[in-house]
């Protein structure tokens, strides 16, 4: 839609200025924000006291957010240094950082442990979105062929410091994983609502927001005025991106980053499916295998391979009498206090013996003296164990 309102003009209309729409989406942020905590409480009396006790008298709480805001306006600004100094395909295999960069700060930051199976599905999810934007990195898409094809050596081309352009992108990437991070930590390690805390980071956001606008567009808003070339489809694109920004708030409130990569990353296939509606985008193969590909590592970053089956006394009585055809069965239960599916009054409830150690059980078979006979197996696969022995 933003990209939409970019290029599609209406005969003697003025484009809008972007920095304009980006300043207008985080005041009307702080502006929802305000109008949900107004509900919330239910009353403007309520709702001033906590405005002055929550935002006006907490100034600290609303400097805190300068910091992911001014990681993300260093961010925009060196994407555009990247840009400049990258070819577009080095550039956007390089960008995909963010992904791990994220996934890093997330068991820097937050504690968060991942497992093997999840670093190999973000692998996959760089991937498979670097080859979903290889399409938009060549020129062979169907918008081309509307266009005159001009030879590279027609071409004024500016000069590139591939040096600089890989340092600003590495730092935007780092700058964004630690950013995003950052706020979700305090999102969740705080007792400050969410709203709250939207407008403390849409207060920043304006400020910086205001100063890029006023540094680089300031001519253009005195000859034009604020609002010019705008008309409703500019005003749809702003309150998308204040919205867009609140959902994903939302989404790191309550699940995280890392997430928020997945859907970011799915959301890119969508807006190729509606661009095939709107700009005749024909999808190629390498697009459609990428996108093949950010399918299957959501899948795969949502298993929990290492999911263990909760069982309640009577069902392990229930497996207990399914062998009662073996004789002198003695089973061993280890259990990892805390993390294990067997709890210590569970195992002695049901008639086995405990040792406190991880998570896995170990069957002898005592019949045979001379023979010490051991399988061990998950606790996930004690159901299977069981019919195997039936077998």
Same mark, same amino acid.
């Given at each position: ?13 003025? !484009?809008? @200025?972007? *920095? =304009? /729409?980006? &300043?207008?989406?985080?005041? $009307? ?67 995909? !950082?963010? @992904?791990? *960069? =994220? /996934?890093? &700060?997330?068991?820097?930051? $937050? ?281």
């Amino acid at each position: 839609m933003m990209r939409y309102s970019r290029i599609v003009q209406k005969p003697g209309q003025i !484009m809008y @200025i972007a *920095s =304009t /729409a980006v &300043f207008l989406a985080e005041v $009307l942020k702080i502006v929802a924000c305000l109008a949900v905590m107004r509900h919330q409480q239910g009353s403007w009396r309520k709702f001033s006291l906590m405005v002055r006790r929550e935002i006006l008298g907490k100034p600290k709480e609303t400097l805190k957010m300068l910091i992911p805001s001014g990681l993300y306006a260093l961010q925009n600004n060196l994407l555009y240094v990247a840009l400049s100094n990258l070819e577009a395909a080095t550039f956007q295999v390089t960008y995909q !950082m963010k @992904i791990m *960069s =994220t /996934a890093l &700060f997330s068991v820097v930051l $937050l504690g968060r442990s991942l497992s093997r199976d999840k670093w190999f599905a973000l692998l996959l999810l760089m991937i498979g979105v670097t080859l979903v934007q290889s399409q938009s990195m060549s020129g062979n898409s169907s918008t081309g062929n509307n266009t005159a094809q001009l030879k590279d050596e027609d071409i004024p081309m500016a000069p590139q410091n591939p040096l600089i352009g890989l340092i600003a992108v590495i730092t935007s990437c780092i700058s964004s994983g630690f950013a995003g991070c950052y706020f979700e930590k305090i999102l969740k390690t705080s007792d400050t609502s969410m709203w709250v805390r939207n407008i403390q980071l849409g207060i920043s956001g304006s400020f910086f927001s205001l100063v890029g606008m006023l540094a680089y567009d300031m001519q253009s808003i005195r000859e034009g005025g604020l609002l010019q070339g705008y008309d409703w489809l500019t005003w749809v694109v702003v309150a998308n991106q204040a919205l867009g920004g609140l959902l994903v708030a939302i989404v790191v409130k309550y699940a995280d980053n890392i997430l928020k990569g997945f859907a970011t990353s799915l959301s890119i296939i969508v807006s190729g499916i509606i661009s095939i509606y709107l700009f005749n985008f024909q999808p190629s193969r390498v697009f459609i295998v990428g996108a093949f590909i950010v399918m299957i590592s959501s899948y795969l970053y949502g298993i929990d391979f290492s999911k263990k089956l909760n069982f309640t006394i009577d069902e392990i009585r229930r497996l207990m009498d399914k062998v009662t055809n073996v004789r002198n069965m003695s089973v061993i239960a280890h259990v990892d206090h805390g993390k294990s599916t067997l709890s210590d009054s569970l195992v002695s409830k049901a008639g086995i013996i405990s040792s406190g150690r991880a998570g896995e059980a170990r069957y002898m078979d005592t019949r045979k003296d001379e023979i010490e006979r051991g399988i061990t197996i998950k606790s996930t696969a004690i159901s299977m164990y069981f019919e195997m022995e039936l077998s």
